[in-house]
């Protein structure tokens, strides 16, 4: 069963004229491959997955799986509200050579704890594929609690959770109940984290800064806190401002602003405000990532 640990880009979806941008793609995946992160996770929530049909989701991590050719895991998200569509996505994601798959709590109609317990086991047992859960309660209106959690880990097929959810209690109690890998969900809270037990990160920055965010995190696998925290503080404002507004906006319009992709969203997702592009390209200066 592979090991979950380091840097994994929550990969963003390059659009433009209204298509997926595969040139634009291909150069954001090598631009991770290059910045040494453990591996990339296209369509979950940064990647934009709600607004792309099925054909493109699968087509996204087909691409990925290629351009990556086993340089790095890929770590599909697959996750759906509905048990039947997430099998579905997942059962594709491993035909076509994914690693893992992301798997995001049903979103809208919020199931109970013994609901999540059996979406999570089907997905898992019915494909076969290594499974993340994703804890993101602030989008899906439902946490997983931890007591489901640890029942869940009993499943080898179950080999982490992304904790987005904002609480470092969370890492120490999931650890202390089992021996699950977790992930931080949010890149400002990755070192704290780490310190009391995450091993690593699905991040949103490490789109623009692939490079530094494997070294923040490596330095913190081993034992370098001083060196992380280093890192930690310059890149403060450029965790923060991921989240200005509703996440991809931000990450995309920091990409657009260095000239990796067009900055394109599909509807509902629109352009950053105007006085929050300028607070986005001051931060970005600051960071050392745009220099005019």
């Not at 929550?10 to 991770?32: K, M, S, Y």
């Not at 904790?163 to 070192?191: F, Q």
């Not at 370098?224 to 403060?236: G, I, L, P, S």
Request: charged fraction near 20%.
């Amino acid at each position: 069963m592979i090991r979950l640990q380091g840097v994994f880009t929550a990969l963003i979806t390059p659009f433009r004229n209204g298509a997926v941008d595969w040139d634009a793609l291909r150069e954001l995946i090598e631009q991770q491959i290059r910045g040494r992160v453990a591996g990339i996770v296209p369509v979950g929530t940064t990647g934009e997955s709600p607004t792309l049909s099925c054909e493109e989701h699968l087509e996204v991590i087909r691409f990925a799986v290629e351009v990556a050719a086993h340089r790095c895991l890929i770590v599909a998200g697959t996750g759906a509200n509905s048990t039947a569509e997430a099998v579905h996505l997942t059962r594709e994601a491993r035909e076509v050579g994914a690693d893992a798959t992301l798997q995001v709590t049903p979103y809208y109609n919020k199931p109970t704890q013994e609901g999540l317990y059996r979406h999570f086991s089907t997905v898992a047992d019915e494909v076969g594929l290594p499974v993340v859960l994703y804890n993101v309660p602030g989008r899906t209106g439902v946490p997983i609690a931890e007591a489901t959690v640890a029942r869940l880990a009993a499943n080898p097929l179950v080999v982490a959770i992304k904790e987005a959810a904002g609480s470092v209690d969370r890492v120490s109690a999931i650890r202390d109940m089992c021996d699950l890998t977790v992930l931080s969900g949010d890149d400002s809270l990755t070192l704290p984290m780490m310190a009391v037990g995450a091993s690593g990160v699905v991040s949103v920055s490490s789109n623009i800064i692939p490079l530094q965010m494997t070294e923040m995190v490596e330095a913190a696998l081993a034992g370098d806190f001083v060196r992380a925290r280093e890192y930690h503080r310059k890149y403060y404002a450029l965790f923060r401002d991921q989240f200005i507004e509703t996440n991809p906006v931000p990450i995309k319009a920091a990409l657009a602003m260095t000239g990796l992709i067009a900055e394109e969203y599909r509807l509902p997702l629109c352009e950053l405000s105007a006085e929050h592009r300028e607070k986005l390209a001051a931060t970005l200066k600051r960071c050392g990532i745009l220099v005019s």
